[in-house]
Nanobody
Framework: VQLVESGGGLVQAGGSLRLSCAASGGTFSSYSVGWFRQAPGKEREFVAAHAVQNNHLYYDDSVKGRFTISRDKAKNTVNLQMNSLKPEDTAVYYC??????????????????WGQGTLVTVSS
């Protein structure tokens, strides 16, 4: 599975961005999908995920109520709508796909496929 993110950019605090991830080359609909982010000098961290096993959505507490993950299986895409952005949301955002068990849904090690990342910069 190949994943390509798009939609990053520069936005002021309080603004919105919509990230998209286009998948090709595999049975994308059979994989759980996740969004992770990595800020300069920090480790990659979980943002949101859709678990294919139970069709549930999962969010890190830091983005709950502001970000929404969605997927379009017909178009092989997964989106991340980001509202009320804060400067601390600044990071490279990565799309991922894999088959993690539910207890590992927020762990990067549970995903075997990754995009190249897209930079989101939120100015104060």
């Amino acid at each position: 599975v190949q994943l390509v993110e798009s939609g990053g950019g520069l936005v002021q605090a309080g603004g919105s961005l919509r990230l998209s991830c286009a998948a090709s080359g595999g049975t994308f609909s059979s994989y759980s999908v996740g969004w992770f982010r990595q800020a300069p000098g920090k480790e990659r961290e979980f943002v949101a995920a859709h678990a294919v096993q139970n069709n549930h959505l999962y969010y890190d507490d830091s983005v709950k109520g502001r970000f929404t993950i969605s997927r379009d299986k017909a178009k092989n895409t997964v989106n991340l709508q980001m509202n009320s952005l804060k400067p601390e949301d600044t990071a490279v955002y990565y799309c991922s796909a894999g088959r993690p068990i539910i207890s590992m849904i927020s762990r990067a090690t549970g995903y075997g496929y990754w995009g190249q990342g897209t930079l989101v910069t939120v100015s104060s």
